[in-house]
């Protein structure tokens, strides 16, 4: 398909040509997502539905710094709670504290952070309250 349309040839006509040719050396053959609907039909045309994707699939962030680490010290702080032990509990609080301190001795982009780093104690305790009230046993 690298070839140009040749002068004086209805353009219609080519395409339709350089695609019976496809088709005869199998070129359609075993494509990924045959027979299946066309993904994102139902949404909106958005011109830029290429780059979200790209983004999506690589996990890149479209947040500011300061977002993205609020919503690190969020997703650290839940998964603290739901952490098999105090250990592991703690080694995440710890990991996202140090961001927090980094971040406030040196400003990140983006709205202010207005976050301050957790009392490991205080979510510990939280979370040994939590579990006593669920009926499980006592962390280690």
């Known amino acids: 398909m690298t070839e140009r349309k040749p002068p004086g040839v209805d353009f219609e006509s080519w395409v339709d040509r350089q ?3 496809a ?7 075993g494509l990924t997502g045959a ?4 993904r994102g039909l139902e949404r909106p045309y958005d011109e830029n539905w290429w780059i979200k994707e790209k983004m999506h699939r690589e996990g890149v962030s479209v ?5 993205a680490l609020r919503k690190e010290a969020e997703d650290a ?6 952490a098999p032990t105090e250990r592991a509990a703690r080694e995440l609080l710890a990991a996202v504290n140090a961001k927090i301190d980094a971040a406030r ?17 205080e ?15 006592p962390p280690r």
């Not at 088709?23 to 053959?29: M, Q, V, Y």
């Not at 027979?35 to 066309?38: H, R």
């Not at 947040?63 to 977002?67: A, F, N, R």
């Open 19 to 21: 695609i019976r040719e």
């Open 23 to 29: 088709t005869e050396r199998g070129a359609f053959a």
């Open 35 to 38: 027979g299946k609907p066309l």
């Open 63 to 67: 947040l500011p710094p300061s977002l």
């Open 77 to 82: 702080r839940s998964a603290a709670l739901a």
């Open 105 to 121: 001795r040196r400003p990140l982009s983006g709205p202010p952070l207005n976050l301050a780093p957790f009392d490991v104690e």
């Open 123 to 137: 979510v510990l305790a939280e979370r040994r309250a939590a579990r006593s009230e669920d009926g499980e046993p």
